[in-house]
């Protein structure tokens, strides 16, 4: 979440809701009212980010195998039910930057067949993007046979049509500063989770630094 030093912006609301209340409705039997969200205007002065909504967090110096991520942020470990640890948040962090500066989902996962998400549309656009995945990885997971054949090999190749590597994907970036953006994606894309880049490694990246000054 996004904090608020302008405080007007609440006065506002309230005044607002005291001329015109939104609409509203009483649940039975326990007589909880529910109310029509509204918008709060843009405030002139934006506060620091705030990390909020650890309703499902776990202890990471561990491993897990839940099912957790929204879908579109999934990282390969949740995909195949491998164990997974702290570095599922740095793939998500490496996938938020993406929508931030680009618009848009890097992974669309977009399955034609079911006209709707799919895991192995996820996953192909994975390939698609970073190469096949390691062996070491899918012998871990415990959905791997759903994915991929007894000899690794990717289940559903017509999926696998739009093979662009991240450093050749196109962006809103230019020059140097597209090099060193892709660069800091690459350190938290990466298909073991191990290889990703720490949050203190990734808060000395070269292109974050630059910006942040």
Known sequence: MIGIEDESVFSEFEETEMQDPC???V???DG???YLSQ???VPKNIGHPILCDFGSAVPGDMEHSEDIQPSFYRAPEVILGAPWTYSVDIWNVGCMTWDIFEGGHLFNAYDLE????????HLADMI???????????KQGKATSKFFTDEYEFSTTDLLKNHVP???????????DKVEFLRLM??????????????RELAEDEWLQRHLS
């Open 186 to 199: 690459r350190k938290m894309l990466q298909w073991v989770p191990g290889k990703r880049s720490s949050a």
């Open 23 to 25: 609409p509203r409705k």
């Open 39 to 41: 918008d709060l205007r």
């Open 166 to 176: 991240l450093e050749e994907r196109e962006t809103t970036l230019e020059g140097q």
């Open 114 to 121: 079911f006209k709707e998400y799919r895991s192995r549309a």
């Open 128 to 138: 698609n993007l970073l190469g096949p995945p390691p062996t070491s990885l899918l």
């Open 32 to 34: 909880r009212t529910i």
């Open 27 to 29: 649940v039975n039997p």
